[in-house]
């Protein structure tokens, strides 16, 4: 079955870097694109960025444009989003998703706070 792993969150600093991965199994992952999420305390679910099946292709959002790097392994099955220049308001669960399935992840927790 289709299982998504995340991992690497945690608490860092105001200026700090994380990096995510996610780790997909159960589908043929190199013929998807893969999305990023997170979700707040108190809101929505938003997209944080997003890229093509073969890595040649992202979009962010405008909140994290020029600070995060979403990438992808292929042979690994696994997708990352390199967080850097983290903000107190970067802090929610990010989730990684299939673009075009409706299958998520448990989360990861990341926490940016003095």
């Known amino acids: 079955q289709v299982q998504l792993v995340e991992s690497g969150g945690g608490l860092v600093q105001p200026g700090g870097s994380l990096r995510l991965s996610c780790a997909a199994s159960g589908f043929t992952f190199s013929n998807y694109g893969m999305r990023w999420y997170r979700q707040a305390p108190g809101k929505g679910r938003e997209l944080v960025a997003a890229i093509t099946s073969a890595g040649g292709g992202t979009n962010y959002a405008d909140s994290v444009k020029g600070r995060f790097t979403i990438s992808r392994d292929n042979g690994k099955n696994t997708v990352y989003l390199q967080m850097n220049s983290l903000k107190p308001e970067d802090t929610a669960v990010y989730y990684c998703?299939?673009?075009?399935?409706?299958?998520w992840g448990q989360g990861t927790q990341v926490t940016v706070s003095s």
């Open positions: 998703k299939i673009t075009s399935m409706a299958y």
